[in-house]
């Protein structure tokens, strides 16, 4: 049942549609009112650290050219609490990406420094050749989480090492070699897992990467081959058309017939060691997959003799708000889950979730791992979990995250350069296009422009997909509608600015004439 604070907010949203979004001669500059920002109780200390100048040359002297920081003139952040976050120089910014999809419940949540001050004041390391409370307790906590089968876990440190781990155990498991990912997909950087994810962006010239992996047709309703008005479970939907009805997604059907041809022609038969799937694909976008896909596409692999790994990094622990899981959406039970990012609000902390007997293949030799749940990130898993269900962030973000997206929707129908909403909860992306028809994207000058503008406003998000050209927004799950309404008005004003600069240089280019 909807509650009253949604009822209300949908109502602000009624109103908004029917002035400004709707109306042709909405005002190109936003009022100084709209875009200050919310009154915030948190006073953060001042900075004493390091110059900027100092930061800067040091960044440059001594730490690997990898580290590529964001923006013209890269933020120095030195403080943050809740969805806030505090520069060098005490300005205040709305943290609307949640330090890459990893802060959950909020930045230095106090429950979360609590419980973590009170363990390092007791025990901080012993590695698992002794037994320590804490990790016995955040086990039983964590896997009444998963239904079924799924009761055993093992904990790493990172999305990386999760999905490390899981290639392994199935391998194993399964005595067979070969795994499926899709392209577009991301499962992390390390020298294995590197095979599965499929940007080129994010892949080194290495021997032996893809060994023993393939990349198959994306699902993608927006950007592929087949998509349709009614594809995803979200909010909203493509622009494309189809005669498909409610349950019976066309575009489903050919994608899945699409991976039947690599069963059939690519692999040996029946000798699959597993597939892994994003439930919404993060750093590729934001790209939900036709209703009942992943459904089916598990039954396939499981009938050929492997195993179905959801990685739950970006979408897991409420973050969709329908469920505490992704791939609850989809209506299946994976044999394998992996997770990382907000299970420990940016604590570095990790686990791969199974059945007792898909774990058993560990036994096979000795593996171990020196900080996988260590009495400190322990200690913080637990308290994540308390804190997303005495706040009730999974519900929040699902109102929340419907009332953004229904927003975007609206903007969408006034700005030619957004091409698609798409997400789910909060889990959202925003792709901008150059052209709606041809689904070109924003040129990347043009999305860095907006990208800028919108940092120097206050509000910070991220930018997905292979051109950069998706802007991407998963914020802790405490944000709220104030914030909502923030973010609204700066990236209305930025767009309108970002059109009348645009429709400026066309006029100046029409009347030029030709000699």
């Given amino acids: 049942m909807m509650s009253n604070r949604l009822l209300a907010h949908s109502s602000r949203l009624v109103a908004r549609c029917s002035s400004t979004l709707h109306s042709k001669a909405a005002p190109a500059v936003m009022s100084q009112m709209q875009n200050e920002m919310p009154e915030c109780e948190h006073q953060a200390p001042a900075y004493t650290g390091p110059s900027y100048e100092q930061i800067l040359e040091t960044r440059k002297t ?8 964001h923006f013209k003139k890269p933020l120095v952040i030195h403080a943050g609490r809740k969805q806030w976050l505090y520069d060098h120089e005490g300005r205040r910014y709305l943290d609307m990406f949640g330090g890459i999809v990893t802060v959950s419940v909020g930045h230095c949540h106090p429950k979360v420094n609590q419980a973590l001050s009170e363990q390092t004041a007791k025990l901080w390391h012993t590695t698992n050749i002794y037994m320590h409370p804490k990790i016995h307790e955040y086990a039983e906590r964590l896997v009444a989480k998963f239904p079924g089968d799924l009761k055993a876990v093992c904990f790493v440190n990172s ?4 999905n490390d781990l899981a290639m392994l155990m199935a391998r194993l498991h399964t005595g067979n070699q070969d795994i499926l990912t899709f392209r577009n997909a991301y499962h992390g950087m390390s020298p294995y897992t590197m095979g599965l994810t499929a940007h080129s962006t994010w892949r080194y010239p290495l021997p032996g990467v893809n060994n023993g992996i393939l990349h198959v047709m994306n699902p993608d309703p927006y950007q592929g081959v087949w998509g349709g008005a009614a594809c995803r479970d979200s909010p909203v939907q493509t622009t494309r058309n189809c005669n498909c009805g409610p349950n019976d997604c066309q575009a489903g059907v050919q994608y899945y017939n699409e991976l039947e041809q690599t069963f059939k022609y690519s692999l040996p038969r029946g000798k699959v060691a597993a597939m892994f799937a994003e439930s919404i694909q993060g750093v590729g976008g934001t790209v939900q997959y036709p209703k009942g896909y992943l459904k089916r596409a598990a039954a396939l692999v499981r009938a050929n003799g492997g195993l179905f790994v959801a990685d739950e990094v970006q979408t897991g622990f409420g973050r969709t708000g329908e469920h505490f899981w992704g791939f609850q959406a989809h209506d299946y039970t994976p044999d394998i889950v992996t997770m ?3 299970i420990g609000n940016g604590f570095p902390l990790a686990a791969v979730v ?25 200690a913080v898993g637990i308290a994540v979990l308390d804190v997303i269900e005495e706040e009730q962030l999974q519900r929040n973000s699902l109102e929340v995250g419907t009332y953004f997206l229904n927003c975007l929707a609206e903007l969408q129908q006034r700005y030619e350069l957004i091409g698609d909403v798409r997400g789910k909860g909060l889990m959202i992306g925003v792709e901008l296009v150059s052209d709606r028809e041809t689904r070109a994207p924003l040129a990347a000058p043009h999305v860095l422009e907006i990208w800028e503008a919108c940092k120097d406003m206050g509000v910070l998000y991220g930018r997905g997909g292979l051109h950069g050209n998706i802007l991407s927004f998963r914020p802790p799950l405490c944000i709220n509608y104030e914030d909502v309404e923030l973010t609204l008005s700066i990236l209305e004003t930025v767009f309108e600015q970002h059109m009348s600069k645009r429709l400026r240089g066309w006029r100046a280019f029409s009347g030029r004439g030709f000699d």
């Fill in 159 to 162: 999305g990386s090492e999760a």
């Fill in 354 to 378: 199974t059945t007792k007997e898909i774990a058993a293949s560990l036994g096979m030799a000795l593996h171990f791992n020196t900080y996988g749940g260590n009495p400190m990130a322990s």
């Fill in 62 to 69: 001594h730490l690997t050219p990898n580290l590529q920081a």
């Fill in 340 to 342: 990382a990012k907000g």
